[in-house]
């Protein structure tokens, strides 16, 4: 007879897989198809990349951000992404119900064509991994919730494998056996970079997340440097994850005071704004490589922020960790004010600009891609192999979930799961919800017995 312990993990294990399996799937396989969004955005997109408008007149950035604006009523555009050959130059533009849109320039800055943001694969690749593209704080809470359990699956995979003895030598095993053996050896296997995979990608989590990021703003020596300047509220999803929310220095106002711009004036419309080409006379001044992104200023007071980040989901813009740097200049001189960069990062900000970029699966080229996608496929075939091992135990017309434990949960499992549960707060959260239906049901289980003792 196993022990209390191993019997809470089985039990467990067996319904927090039962539940979660369909969302650990649509997280794999949205995965593994983010894993290669550059690869194959470069064939869907390659006249928007790599194409030439036909257009032999040679116009100015700013010339062709007006024209842009223009031709798509209703955008404005706030931020341009300078990339490396061979790829375009792209604007991205949002109107006032925050729709977003990209528009490629070539190399004479004459428009190629447009895409609408929300259908491009990577972001839908981003919407259906991070959202089940649903949206919403309940499915955002679902999709980490499901994460936060399959940590679980994973750690009290490895117990009971070893417990159990599963993957000992037998001469004599049944095909449930085997099917057993082989979902606890690939799974023993992929537990470490499974973990790692998970834990790099909570950073983006709606509950968790947030505190990660918060506790990484509010003690600047571990986490993230602080700048004590004006907040951003441009749009920042170029910025590198270390400096999002953080906020930037200001410009000189003294410009807007001495021309009278109140303080709801956009920053698009403002006639003493910088150019963006005398901005990248700036930028080429100060030996500033490609790729880059130049995000606008969002008021009178903000400034440009020149961002190169490890973790941008952009296809040609991402760069080396180390290469991170957030700059910013004032809008009405160009003059450069103050830059972040990775080595001005606390050590859990260094950990992320990293992880990220491992999750990823690019931080150092084809190599982690593979070793991500070996590792998503692995998964996989673990989920599929515990199903057919449940499948093969299965009594018809029955659950045949593992037995419920007669005696008292054992103290260990109890003091596990609120380690878990302190860790990852989302998924403590769901354990008092596991608890109290437990308690509901138990209860009208013996409030049935007790009336069928009765009649």
């Given at each position: 007879?196993?022990?209390?312990?191993?019997?809470?993990?089985?039990?467990?294990?067996?319904?927090?897989?039962?539940?979660?399996?369909?969302?650990?799937?649509?997280?794999?396989?949205?995965?593994i198809?983010?894993?290669?969004?550059?690869?194959?955005?470069?064939?869907?997109?390659?006249?928007?990349?790599?194409?030439?408008?036909?257009?032999?007149?040679?116009?100015?950035?700013?010339?062709?951000?007006?024209?842009?604006?223009?031709?798509?009523?209703?955008?404005?555009?706030?931020?341009?992404?300078?990339?490396?050959?061979?790829?375009?130059?792209?604007?991205?533009?949002?109107?006032?119900?925050?729709?977003e849109?990209?528009?490629?320039?070539?190399?004479?800055?004459?428009?190629?064509?447009?895409?609408?943001?929300?259908?491009?694969?990577?972001?839908?690749?981003?919407?259906?991994?991070?959202?089940?593209?649903?949206?919403?704080?309940?499915?955002?809470?679902?999709?980490?919730?499901?994460?936060?359990?399959?940590?679980?699956?994973?750690?009290?995979?490895i117990?009971?494998?070893?417990?159990?003895?599963?993957?000992?030598?037998?001469?004599?095993?049944?095909?449930?056996?085997?099917?057993?053996?082989?979902?606890?050896?690939?799974?023993?296997?992929?537990?470490?970079?499974?973990?790692?995979i998970?834990?790099?990608?909570?950073?983006?989590?709606?509950?968790?997340?947030?505190?990660?990021?918060?506790?990484?703003?509010?003690?600047?020596?571990?986490?993230?440097?602080?700048?004590?300047?004006?907040?951003?509220?441009?749009?920042?999803?170029e910025?590198?994850?270390?400096?999002?929310?953080?906020?930037?220095?200001?410009?000189?106002?003294?410009h807007?005071?001495?021309?009278?711009?109140?303080?709801?004036?956009?920053?698009?419309?403002?006639?003493?704004?910088?150019?963006?080409?005398?901005?990248?006379?700036?930028?080429?001044?100060?030996?500033?490589?490609?790729?880059?992104?130049?995000?606008?200023?969002?008021?009178?007071?903000?400034?440009?922020?020149?961002?190169?980040?490890?973790?941008?989901?952009?296809?040609?813009?991402?760069?080396?960790?180390?290469?991170?740097?957030?700059?910013?200049?004032?809008?009405?001189?160009?003059?450069?004010?103050?830059?972040?960069?990775?080595?001005?990062?606390?050590?859990?900000?260094?950990?992320?600009?990293?992880?990220?970029p491992?999750?990823?699966?690019?931080?150092?080229?084809?190599?982690?891609?593979?070793?991500?996608?070996?590792?998503?496929?692995?998964?996989?075939v673990?989920?599929?192999?515990?199903?057919?091992?449940?499948?093969?135990?299965?009594?018809?017309?029955?659950?045949?979930?593992?037995?419920?434990?007669s005696?008292?949960?054992?103290?260990?499992?109890?003091?596990?799961?609120?380690?878990?549960?302190?860790?990852?707060?989302?998924?403590?959260?769901?354990?008092?919800?596991?608890?109290?239906?437990e308690?509901?049901?138990?209860?009208?289980?013996?409030?049935?017995?007790?009336?069928?003792?009765?009649?």
């Amino acid at each position: 007879m196993k022990n209390k312990l191993y019997q809470s993990f089985w039990r467990t294990h067996f319904y927090a897989a039962l539940f979660i399996t369909p969302l650990l799937i649509s997280l794999t396989l949205s995965g593994i198809g983010y894993l290669f969004y550059t690869d194959v955005e470069n064939q869907l997109y390659d006249k928007y990349f790599f194409g030439e408008s036909g257009k032999t007149e040679v116009q100015s950035i700013d010339d062709a951000v007006k024209l842009a604006e223009e031709s798509y009523a209703g955008y404005k555009t706030n931020k341009i992404i300078e990339l490396e050959e061979p790829y375009n130059t792209r604007l991205s533009m949002k109107n006032a119900d925050g729709k977003e849109k990209y528009v490629f320039l070539d190399d004479h800055n004459q428009i190629i064509g447009g895409q609408d943001a929300d259908y491009t694969f990577s972001n839908i690749m981003r919407n259906v991994h991070s959202s089940l593209f649903i949206g919403g704080t309940v499915v955002n809470y679902l999709v980490e919730l499901a994460a936060c359990w399959a940590v679980f699956l994973l750690l009290s995979g490895i117990y009971m494998t070893f417990k159990a003895k599963i993957l000992k030598k037998t001469k004599q095993t049944n095909t449930r056996q085997k099917s057993r053996k082989f979902h606890a050896l690939i799974g023993t296997i992929i537990t470490i970079p499974m973990l790692v995979i998970i834990f790099t990608g909570l950073p983006w989590s709606a509950f968790m997340g947030k505190y990660i990021y918060q506790a990484s703003q509010d003690h600047p020596s571990f986490g993230t440097p602080l700048l004590q300047q004006q907040p951003p509220t441009s749009n920042v999803s170029e910025i590198p994850w270390a400096t999002r929310q953080e906020t930037p220095p200001t410009s000189d106002s003294g410009h807007a005071a001495h021309h009278g711009m109140g303080d709801n004036m956009l920053c698009a419309a403002n006639p003493y704004q910088l150019s963006v080409e005398k901005l990248q006379h700036e930028i080429d001044a100060m030996n500033i490589s490609k790729p880059y992104a130049i995000i606008y200023p969002a008021s009178e007071v903000g400034v440009y922020t020149v961002a190169k980040s490890s973790n941008t989901g952009v296809t040609g813009l991402d760069v080396s960790p180390y290469d991170e740097t957030t700059m910013y200049f004032d809008q009405y001189s160009g003059k450069y004010i103050d830059k972040v960069g990775y080595e001005d990062y606390g050590i859990l900000a260094k950990w992320f600009t990293w992880g990220i970029p491992l999750h990823e699966g690019h931080l150092f080229g084809w190599p982690n891609k593979l070793i991500n996608l070996l590792v998503c496929l692995a998964f996989l075939v673990v989920i599929a192999w515990g199903v057919r091992t449940w499948l093969l135990r299965k009594k018809q017309g029955m659950l045949s979930a593992p037995p419920k434990i007669s005696q008292k949960v054992s103290i260990p499992f109890i003091i596990f799961m609120i380690i878990l549960g302190i860790l990852m707060p989302l998924f403590g959260l769901s354990l008092i919800a596991v608890v109290l239906v437990e308690i509901i049901i138990n209860l009208v289980t013996k409030n049935k017995s007790a009336k069928e003792e009765v009649n």
